[in-house]
């Protein structure tokens, strides 16, 4: 039954998310220099704190990270991407998204909450269009 209601809940959401995304701009940034400046502070705390939760973060491999508002009056941004890292035996387990801030990060999958990561960044407020991922994957 949890199942179900699993799926039901997931089918919802990505209804909701691409129709959210049918109207936006790929190309307009709604970010000014001084938020950039956040959102490049961001990536660091939040490359340490993907660091605490993986195994190996060395090997991990990114994609799609930008920087998200979710509502106007936002402290900072939200750094979501994908993240596909290794497991024990040394083996890459698929992308996974990632939503992280200054005191946190939220993995999908990891036990922090089922979808949650991918919840933080639907339909922001606001969206960088500035392609953060070579600076989160920097050794």
Not at 13 to 28: E, F, K, Q, T
């Amino acid at each position: 039954m949890q199942h179900y209601c699993r799926l039901a809940l997931l089918s919802i959401g990505i209804v909701l998310g691409v129709a959210g995304r049918a109207n936006a701009d790929p190309s307009r940034s709604d970010f000014s220099p001084p938020m950039r400046a956040q959102a490049r502070e961001a990536i660091s705390k939040v490359r340490g704190h993907l660091d605490a939760k993986m195994l190996d973060l060395p090997s991990a491999r990114f994609r799609d990270v930008r920087a998200v508002l979710t509502f106007k009056d936002a402290r900072g941004p939200i750094i979501c991407g994908y993240v596909n890292g290794k497991n024990r035996m040394g083996a890459y387990v698929g992308w996974k998204p990632f939503a992280g801030f200054g005191s946190g990060v939220f993995l999908d999958d990891d036990g922090t909450g089922v979808g949650l990561a991918e919840d933080m960044c639907r339909n922001p407020h606001a969206v960088d269009t500035f392609d953060y991922t070579p600076l989160i994957a920097q050794r």
